[in-house]
């Protein structure tokens, strides 16, 4: 059986035989719209609860955030949609915010991948960096406590369009929405509260799940703070097409956005198995091993406790080298050890959140990585184990666990998330 793994730019074709007891779970299918662009216009005309953004943006500063290049969002189609709602007068009170949260900065070749030559020779653009605490500004504080700051020059600005796509995400329930300022565009102590550990280990702080999870409600709570917000998120298919558009009021257009979302990307399963196989939905998103613990993640719902989850991530970025993430990596030997540095460190600590929610599905099950443009010792200092071959290890496990061994597969990986009824 010749199954196709969303990987890098391209795909990679795993063979597993047929005799194992395999289930393959993808994204119901939705074409793309067939006029994306026009589609976007029509969103933004005719938005949820709010006026049309050609009304709103009259007269106006106007802030246009964008994610960085760890998204597939198509802002080839999106941006020039805005900047048609946008009289040609105000272009000079237009500028750009690339919502990294904690992420590195962009490199000047990846702002032109994300936004065009255009945009970038000819707009002002802002990137969030939390490693400079002064380019913060205090805005408010939520039910729970925590203090935001948010970017200073992004609060100079009378509008602010919050863009992007929804997916589910493994701790905020989806994306989108108020994301594009928490973490996006927020300070580190704000991310770091917002990502605590306490948050994380809430029930429903979890895949596909809004209300009544800490970190969603806290996310959209923070964004609040903040006047003039206009929402303009998108679904999209495997082939990264448009096939939905949510624009206006922050609340309103996001829940729309969820819900669609939510239709076509949760699939129920009946039973748990012995190897779940993912991928990392491929380019843009398996850029690091960082990234890669989405699809971990993914797989971890469906898996047996003591089962084995293999991840095919091309990781064309490394960890990434000199991050945080790494540093905290490659202080430990084994999962425990990370586990006790993690919450010993967690208030002085950048990424905590995402060794935490790594050793989680670790202590769970194995967890095997396959890239081919890491070496053995990298995957092996993230504390993950390298394989050259996916096949060859799937029958190795089976060999040991018998001939009725339990496969599943998640060719689109967490653009699919499966969950046990």
């Keep these: 059986m010749i199954i196709n793994l969303a990987y890098g730019k391209t795909e990679l074709s795993i063979d597993l035989s047929e005799k194992y007891n395999i289930d393959i779970i993808e994204p119901y299918w939705i074409e793309g719209l067939a006029n994306q662009s026009y589609a976007i216009t029509k969103a933004l005309r005719n938005p949820y609860e709010s006026k049309p953004l050609r009304e709103i943006v009259s007269n106006n500063r106007v802030a246009i955030i964008f994610s960085d290049i760890t998204r597939a969002t198509p802002y080839d189609i999106i941006i ?18 690339c919502a990294n949260g904690t992420h590195r900065k962009v490199t000047q070749a990846e702002l032109i991948n994300i936004l065009g030559e255009n945009i970038v020779n000819n707009y002002k653009i802002i990137q969030n960096d939390v490693n400079h605490p002064e380019l913060f500004e205090y805005v408010g504080t939520t039910k729970s406590g925590n203090d935001i700051f948010l970017n200073k020059e992004i609060l100079k600005y009378d509008i602010k369009i919050l863009t992007g796509f ?184 950048k990424d905590s959140w995402q060794i935490f929610l790594q050793v989680l599905i670790q202590k769970k099950a194995d967890v095997y990585l396959y890239s081919d443009h890491l070496d053995a010792a990298t995957i092996t200092n993230a504390l993950l184990h390298p394989i050259d071959n996916i096949s060859t290890l799937v029958n190795e496990i089976a060999e040991k666990t018998g001939s009725k061994t339990s496969i599943c597969v998640l060719p689109e990986g967490p653009w699919t998330i499966p969950y046990l009824k």
């Design 80 to 97: 020039p949609a805005i900047l048609n709602e946008i009289p040609d007068t105000l272009r000079e009170n237009i500028c750009f915010f």
């Design 166 to 349: 929804i997916e589910p995400h493994f701790f905020a329930g989806f994306s989108g929405g108020g994301k594009a300022l928490v973490p996006g565009m927020a300070g580190l102590k704000t991310i770091r509260n917002n990502h605590s550990i306490a948050n994380l280990s809430h029930k429903r702080a979890t895949w596909g799940i809004t209300n009544g999870n800490p970190i969603w409600e806290e996310i959209m709570e923070a964004a609040e703070f903040v006047s003039g917000l206009f929402l303009l998120n998108i679904a999209l298919n495997k082939k990264k097409e448009i096939t939905e558009v949510f624009a206006g009021d922050l609340r309103a257009a996001h829940r729309k956005g969820c819900k669609f979302v939510k239709d076509s990307a949760m699939v129920s399963v009946d039973k748990l198995y012995d190897i779940v196989i993912t991928s990392n939905s491929g380019y843009p998103l398996d850029l690091n091993i960082y990234q890669t613990v989405k699809g971990m993640s993914a797989a971890s719902q469906i898996v047996k406790v003591g089962g084995h989850i293999i991840v095919a991530a091309e990781c064309w970025d490394g960890t990434p080298s000199e991050s945080d993430y790494e540093k905290i990596l490659t202080s430990a030997k084994t999962i425990d050890e990370l586990m006790n540095y993690t919450m010993k460190h967690e208030s002085t600590l």
